[in-house]
């Protein structure tokens, strides 16, 4: 059989293994962008916990909407170019700084002077920032050469998408090989407005690691995170005032709104399908609104979307304000998840218990949601906390499945080794406790019990060995459950003797008081006995010994054959006062030691100073007669003659304690103490006795 520490050692081993396990699949997971999408969520949740916050106001949107639509007659699905020149016009004449058509103007108009009024606004204004399409399947797609004349400015406005289909981040530049093997850069649109914002140069200085820097000395820099640019949502498109595009074209706008700043201008026509889900915007879902008019349709096009060119107005906002999201860095990352998995021990300890480990569980998990928030909120920065989770929720399953496996061990252990000595109260009491330190020979005060059968000696002679064997099983059957119910230990049977002690392997601070009660009930099985059919059971009667003192205890014996079993002189004492049964007709005699512990429960009798075989020092005995609420009055009043009668006899006064012990018999004819003392006292009338006598007795014999 294994043994407890075996069972331990191999606990650690495997809580180390399987913590080496999780942390290296976690580690490899993450590694291969597993988490990635879980990551991305999380993220998402921390831009809408955060809530809208405050932008810079240099940023208006003037939207083509579906009023603007109908109100300026658009047809064949497209803008009228002669209109959107007006608007140009009208914006440059209310002072807009630069403008930005959100817009790929790449074919003719129908009508050839459309086009050549819309490029003579573009010129005429020298603010315009046109868009273009760095990648597609057709390849790049720019504006009109007669459109790119008069522009100040171009930029891509393909956005990449994560695999959630949410924008969280746009690509700062594009590069397009030449033929002599240079590369081409071109700007995204969003850099290329806050260039032109700023009026500096499109140099490019990427000296830095983690950054590079647009334009020059004397016109000044931009230092921007390389290489992507994590969009900073600050709320959804409402946040830039939007202004209807027929406003603009009819020049029905103040001056104030747009002067000094830059104007986007961009179609949110939901059958331009130009949306996009954001972190802020897909948590909402504006077509709750239109549902019921128009069912599926508005939630396929609009669902939690927001207009593309708010995108576009979201990154150019966070490369104005310098407010820039950091993502911690993969290695930083996996140093936490790395720590977190050793951390993750803990619930591997069985002391801990489930309902604690849960409560360590939760705490973790939260704390990682909270800290990084806080982190998010504070610093800007993006921590990856998936792993974290992943790791925490594995160590905790797996701690548990390994506690409950080694639990499974630790039952069948301590039931076949305690099983048959004690109730399975007290075994799933062990299994909660430290076992080995209970297996472990230690010395503790304990109660010892000992019990034996007046005459079955000579019963089993005259049953044979197929009755005497019946009539033992019946009565342990009815005796064992009596020591397991006042949470006693069975330590052996010796033929029809039963030994057992209390107060081990579970402490119990009234272990006297339950070898008691046990004795009581014991007596009251065996009379309950005596009335079956059982052959001889009716002339069987009970000794019970009770001793209360300090032992050895402990899993004892060879290699071979280990017995959880108690030694010591206090043991000795207890079967020697069982014997004393036979002398004082008494059932149940307890040593002083015991009385001490009963709490007044009992009705006691003291029945005199011993000293049994082997021992030197002298100890009071008592007869415990039964419990001390339910003695009947005859039964008290004769105790107390028989005790009167017993300070009698130990100051030699032979006469008057003759006289009250028998007016103990008078009381209870059956009564063996005061027979006993009846016959003393005729022996010491003809032997007297040394003066140095102090009422005790001595046995020589067991």
């Known amino acids: 059989m294994t043994s407890a520490k075996q069972l331990h050692r191999i606990r650690i081993f495997y809580s180390i293994l399987l913590t080496v396990v999780v942390i290296t699949g976690v580690v490899f997971f993450y590694s291969y962008g597993l988490f990635r999408t879980s990551d991305n969520y999380i993220y998402d949740l921390h831009v ?72 003579n606004a573009i010129k005429d204004s020298n603010n315009v920032v046109l868009a273009r399409v760095s990648a597609s399947h057709a390849g790049e797609i720019l504006p009109l050469s007669v459109f790119e004349e008069g522009m100040i400015g171009d930029g891509f406005i393909d956005v990449p998408l994560d695999e959630d289909e949410i924008l969280r981040k746009i690509r700062f530049l594009n590069a397009k090989p030449l033929p002599d093997g240079n590369l081409q850069l071109s700007p995204a649109f969003s850099l290329e407005l806050a260039r032109a914002f700023y009026n500096i140069d499109f140099s490019l200085d990427f000296s830095e690691k983690d950054y590079f820097q647009i334009g020059s000395p004397n016109d000044g820099k931009l230092k921007l995170p390389y290489p992507e640019l994590i969009i900073n949502y600050k709320g959804d498109y409402t946040l830039f005032k939007p202004i209807p595009y027929a406003d603009v074209v009819l020049n029905r706008f103040s001056g104030d709104q747009v002067r000094d700043k830059i104007i986007l201008l961009g179609s949110s026509l939901a059958a331009q399908k130009d949306f996009f889900s954001t972190p802020f915007t897909r948590f909402q879902n504006p077509s709750r609104n239109y549902k019921d008019k128009f069912g599926a349709v508005v939630d396929e096009v609009l669902g939690v979307k927001d207009p593309g060119i708010s995108s576009h107005a979201y990154a150019l906002e966070t490369i104005l304000s310098g407010e820039f999201i950091k993502k911690m860095s993969g290695n930083m990352v996996l140093l936490f998840t790395v720590i977190a998995g050793l951390a993750g021990l803990v619930f591997y300890i069985p002391a801990i218990g489930f309902a604690g480990e849960a409560v360590i569980f939760c705490i973790a998990v939260s704390s990682a949601f909270f800290l990084s928030h806080l982190v998010f909120l504070k610093r800007l920065v993006w921590i990856d906390i998936s792993p974290f989770i992943a790791i925490t929720m594995l160590q905790f399953i797996s701690g548990i499945m390994v506690q409950k496996h080694f639990d499974k061990k630790k039952t069948a252990f301590v039931t076949g080794l305690f099983g048959r000595y004690v109730s399975p109260g007290v075994v799933d009491n062990l299994i909660k406790g430290d076992i080995e330190t209970t297996l472990k020979g230690h010395t503790q005060e304990v109660s010892i019990l000992f019990s034996d059968l007046r005459g079955f000696t000579t019963l089993s002679e005259e049953l044979g060995a197929k009755d005497t064997s019946h009539l033992l099983n019946i009565y342990f059957d009815a005796m064992i459950p009596v020591v397991f119910k006042h949470g006693g230990t069975l330590d052996k049977l010796m033929g029809d003797a039963i030994m057992a002690f209390f107060g081990a392997p579970v402490f119990m601070p009234d272990h006297p008081a339950r070898a008691a009660e046990a004795s009581l009930e014991m007596i009251a099985a065996l009379r309950t006995l005596r009335n079956s059919d059982v052959r001889g059971m009716d002339r069987l009667n009970l000794g019970i010994g009770i001793n209360t003192g300090t032992v050895t205890i402990g899993n004892l014996g060879s290699n071979e054959f280990m017995d959880y079993t108690i030694i010591g002189d206090s043991v000795n004492l207890a079967s020697r006062l069982e014997g004393l049964n036979k002398v004082y007709g008494t059932n149940i005699i307890a040593g002083e030691s015991s009385i001490q512990g009963f709490g007044g429960k009992f009705l006691l009798r003291e029945l005199d100073i011993v000293r049994v075989k082997g021992k030197e020092n002298f100890v009071t005995i008592f007869e415990v007669a039964g419990y001390a609420g339910n003695a009947g009055k005859r039964m008290v009043e004769s105790f107390d003659i028989f005790h009167e009668g017993l300070r009698a006899y130990r100051n030699r006064d032979w006469d008057k304690a003759e006289e009250l012990f028998k007016k103990t018999i008078e009381i209870n004819p059956s009564d063996g103490p005061s027979d006993l003392y009846l016959k003393r006292i005729d022996k010491f009338r003809l032997s007297p006795l040394p003066d140095n006598w102090n009422g005790s007795a001595v046995f020589e014999s067991k």
């Open 48 to 119: 809408k916990w955060r809530g809208t916050q405050k932008i810079s106001g240099r940023i208006v949107l003037v939207l083509m909407d579906e009023k603007s639509a109908v109100e300026l007659k658009r047809h064949k699905e497209t803008w009228s170019r002669r209109q959107l020149g007006t608007a140009i016009r009208n914006l440059s004449d209310a002072g807009a700084e630069v403008i930005g058509l959100d817009m790929v103007m790449s074919s003719p108009d129908l009508d050839p002077e459309a086009d050549l009024f819309l490029a």
